[in-house]
């Protein structure tokens, strides 16, 4: 059984209606565009130094590894929200029989964002990890505090 079912009815849905056609009124004809004597003589400009190259002012991740984090962090903000639903699922279900199963998923959840979040504070550096610790650590909490109130 699927995680979530009402996903699955809504991609069901949106996959049986039609898609809409352009209508012969909607299509326009463009003119053909025709260079500008200005844009011919365009030359780019030399390299500058960077922003903030010679000041005191930190980054938040390092250039080289900054797209390596940032999709861990977008799978950590997903595993997030994934628990979130999950968790508000489980407490909507409350006093019915379906609320153990609902709950045990919700914990399976919570339990991955929480590990995934730590298994990256981990591995990035000590200053990342703190910026990260600045900027998602309350979601976190939140999260614990949340699953906390689903046990009670």
């Known amino acids: 059984m699927h995680r979530n079912p009402r996903a699955v009815i809504r991609a069901a849905v949106s996959l049986t209606r039609p898609a809409a056609a352009p209508t012969a009124a909607a299509v326009q004809t463009l003119p053909k565009a025709t260079p500008s004597p200005a844009l011919a003589a365009w030359r780019p400009l030399p390299e500058a130094a960077p922003l903030g190259s010679g000041s005191s002012r930190r980054r938040s991740f390092s250039s080289s590894s900054a797209a390596d984090y940032g999709k861990d962090v977008d799978e950590v903000n997903r595993k997030f ?55 998602m650590g309350l979601k976190m909490e939140q999260l614990k505090a949340e699953l906390k109130q689903l046990e009670d």
């Open 81 to 135: 929200a994934e628990a979130r639903e999950e968790i508000e699922a489980a407490m909507e279900s409350k006093e019915t029989v379906y609320f153990n199963e609902e709950a045990s998923i919700a914990r399976d959840a919570a339990n991955e964002a929480l590990d995934a979040f730590d298994a990256l504070l981990a591995r990035l550096p000590p200053a990342d990890a703190d910026a990260l610790r600045r900027s």
